[in-house]
DNA sequence: CTGAAAGCGCTAACAT
DNA sequence: ATGTTAGCGCTTTCAG
């Protein structure tokens, strides 16, 4: 209606609805406390004004600013950056939930040729109070800047484990990749692929050591050998494609139709990849080599990615997809707790992602 | 070094410093009222306690809270999710440049079968002085939204122009699909391709209409008829494999090894998509049919798509990319111009997009 | 060039 | 159940 210069206070409410400044201070944060008809008396002008508790006073006041920082580090490698977005709205999705909003910053621009400080921009932000809790995100550096973190009296939640070190103190939330590409493996077990390869990255990193171990572990408790059908390559697509070839020749066959998978030696039949990026190299080798993908072990080739990205959605192949909306909601649920309580005993969230399956 | 249970204040700053408050926060804010050697002096108290302006408190009085409000909408399809990762990105570090953050926030959850409210969440923010200003990128939706946050006071910015009011009174960035698409046709041009087909979407987005000029723009200025090359599909895979085919068939000619691409009568040999979901498509058909795709019109088939997609990037396939760091940049731009004059007049800034020149 | 006073709008404690 | 008082940390007058 009206549009007012200046936001109406709480000083204008009270004088409208003849109460003091308190009453309508409880009448927002403390609603019990009221009579009914006085409560709806002050609602009602509060609606009239189209009030709303000015957020610097209140933070000022209550030293809580409903913020979550969330750092957005320098744009990542292809399938992260998929991922991202779909977690960044989650994340406000479930903080908005709560009452919280996201606030974003930048790690600042990194100096030509040199290390990006895992801390930059965390510590202006603590100091002048203006978040709650960080959700830190890029753990899987390996680098547990929570330390700096911790030290400085921020609260904050990790996406990620703590890789080095299991007992750390701080809550975090993390997608069991192990698992995500398990199922992948049983799934095109299930379709009756038993030389099932597995590309993924050289070991060392513990995200990706940790798929391995998923496609290891499935092999094993199917009694599959797992001899010869291992690739560890770096994540672009090339080196996907590359991978598929070499493991394809390595033990001969499959450069004519693809002699129809048996469970014993010989080129694989489906390839369980570490990333998007890889399985579309592989796809590419499938096709320039004229072998059929999808359908059952008898139709085609398995091809299964991870990270469920645009590339996969739109090629339509199969790939783990991880369940940020989830983590963003236990992300923020461990935040709550952390801000509600004093007592926070250190909690970690393994989660389970699902198999996208499509046409590979 | 040390950890304070709570973050320095400008009183413990100035005691420390043997100064009053105020030179303290002269210091910050006027540093050119002070003395030298007591600047220096308080400088070093302040980097020595770590100190940071409370921020709540600042913004409580200067009503500034040098936070910009971006609204993540639902999750969009496919290209523009990429595309706000990028720009979400660019705004971040843009914005972090000029000393302001930025605040996500969501537009509520979208209750079921219902109509998204383009205001809210707008609300509330503007009353609770909580952000400076806004940056706005729906406006695509055709949908002026921006009337409301006038009206409201509210400063914003948006990302996108006002196609129905050329004349809006508010400042707005957007890319110039047109040109874009120019480019993408003059390409394939020089490549040697003369029947050079449009897929796009159906006429009346704004957008899509736009972003068809182009090509058809394009083609005339080299006297190419466009005949028979075009058509408008919803913006899927499918779409545009089932478009490609019938424009590769509708004009004879085809199925063999591509003719040869002469400047007259004949199937295309090239296509210019209004999406990269689109020219995957057509790249899906060109495949099937056993058409080489890229180099130069005696080689193969020219596509191009639109968005720069990771998809584009992985698949190799040429694409338009739009300038989203620019137009971070100019977004601030006049953001900062907006908020730090009275007087402004409404500006409109145009980006060109980039060709990114990959195998097709 | 530096200091003292006032107050932004709100809420936690205490009155009533 | 409602009103009063005080003060969060900062910056904008205005005096010295």
Redesign the interface.
């Known amino acids: 209606m009206e549009?007012p210069?200046t936001?109406?206070t709480l000083a204008d409410v009270a004088e409208r609805a003849g109460v003091s400044r308190q009453t309508v201070s409880n009448a927002i944060n403390n609603p019990d406390l009221l009579r009914p008809d006085t409560l709806s008396r002050v609602r009602a002008v509060i609606a009239e004004l189209?009030?709303?508790?000015?957020?610097?006073?209140r933070?000022?006041r209550t030293r809580s600013?409903r913020?979550i920082g969330l750092r957005?580090g320098p744009?990542q490698e292809?399938?992260a950056?998929?991922a991202?977005?779909?977690f960044?709205?989650s994340l406000?999705?479930a903080a908005?939930?709560v009452g919280h909003?996201?606030?974003?910053?930048?790690g600042?621009?990194v100096a030509e040729g040199e290390r990006p400080d895992p801390l930059a921009g965390y510590?202006?932000l603590?100091?002048?109070?203006?978040v709650d809790a960080f959700v830190v995100t890029d753990t899987y550096l390996g680098n547990p800047q929570t330390i700096g973190l911790t030290?400085?009296?921020a609260p904050f939640v990790a996406f990620g484990r703590p890789w080095d070190d299991p007992h750390a103190a701080h809550p975090w939330v993390d997608v069991d990749g192990a698992a995500g590409v398990r199922a992948a493996t049983e799934h095109v077990h299930r379709r009756g692929h038993r030389r099932i390869a597995w590309i993924g990255w050289p070991p060392g990193s513990p995200i990706g050591d940790d798929r391995r171990a998923g496609w290891h572990r499935a092999m094993s408790e199917h009694g599959l050998s797992t001899a010869g059908l291992e690739a560890a390559v770096e994540d672009t697509?090339d080196a996907g494609r590359s991978a598929a070839a070499a493991l394809l020749d390595d033990t001969g066959g499959g450069s004519g139709g693809g002699s129809g998978g048996g469970s014993g030696e010989g080129a694989p039949t489906a390839f369980v990849c570490a990333s998007d990026?890889l399985a579309?190299g592989v796809l590419a080798e499938l096709?320039a080599r004229g072998l059929a993908v999808g359908g059952s072990a008898a139709d085609g080739m398995g091809v299964v990615g991870f990270d469920d990205?645009?590339?996969a959605?739109?090629?339509g192949l199969t790939s783990v997809r991880q369940p940020l909306e989830q983590v963003a909601v236990a992300l923020v649920e461990a935040l709550t707790a952390l801000l509600g309580s004093t007592t926070v005993e250190p909690s970690g969230v393994l989660l389970t992602p699902t198999l996208a399956v499509r046409r590979t």
């Open positions: 549009t210069r936001p109406a189209g009030y709303t508790p000015n957020q610097a006073a933070q000022l600013s913020l957005l744009a292809f399938t950056n998929m991202m977005d779909r960044v709205r406000v999705e908005g939930q909003q996201v606030l974003l910053f930048s600042g621009p510590d202006d603590v100091r002048s109070t203006a030290r400085r009296g697509v990026t579309v096709d990205s645009q590339v959605q739109v090629l």
